[in-house]
Every structure is written in structure tokens, then in C-alpha cells.
């Protein structure tokens, strides 16, 4: 019985761990699916309005 338990919780920490991975590419503003940090964010609508803005100085 006390196995038994221990399978479970082990079962229900992967699954609610799975689902956070998933949940977390979806809502990924950076697009990576990993969610590890190792993919740099760049964001090309800030450098772009940079640009434009120096652009616009000269």
C-alpha cells in the first residue's frame, strides 16, 4: 500500500511538471519551449523602434 502511494505522488509530480513545461511553451513570449534559459530573447520590435528612433535623428 505505502508503494503504492509513493508511485503516485511520483506519477503526479511528472504529470503537473509535464504540464507546466507545456503550459509554459505556449505562454512563451520568447517562443522557446524549453523554458531553460538558454535561448537568448531578443526583441527584434525594441531594436527595430531603436533604429527607427536613431534614424529619425540624423
Do not use: H, P, W
Not at 520568447?30 to 531553460?36: D, L, R, V
Amino acid at each position: 500500500m505505502v508503494q503504492e502511494l509513493i508511485i503516485l505522488l511520483v506519477f503526479i509530480a511528472a504529470a503537473l511538471y509535464m504540464g507546466r513545461m507545456l503550459y509554459r511553451s505556449f505562454a512563451a513570449k520568447s517562443g522557446c519551449a524549453k523554458s531553460c534559459g538558454a535561448c537568448s530573447t531578443i526583441d527584434f520590435k525594441k531594436i527595430q523602434k531603436d533604429l527607427e528612433k536613431s534614424v529619425n535623428r540624423q
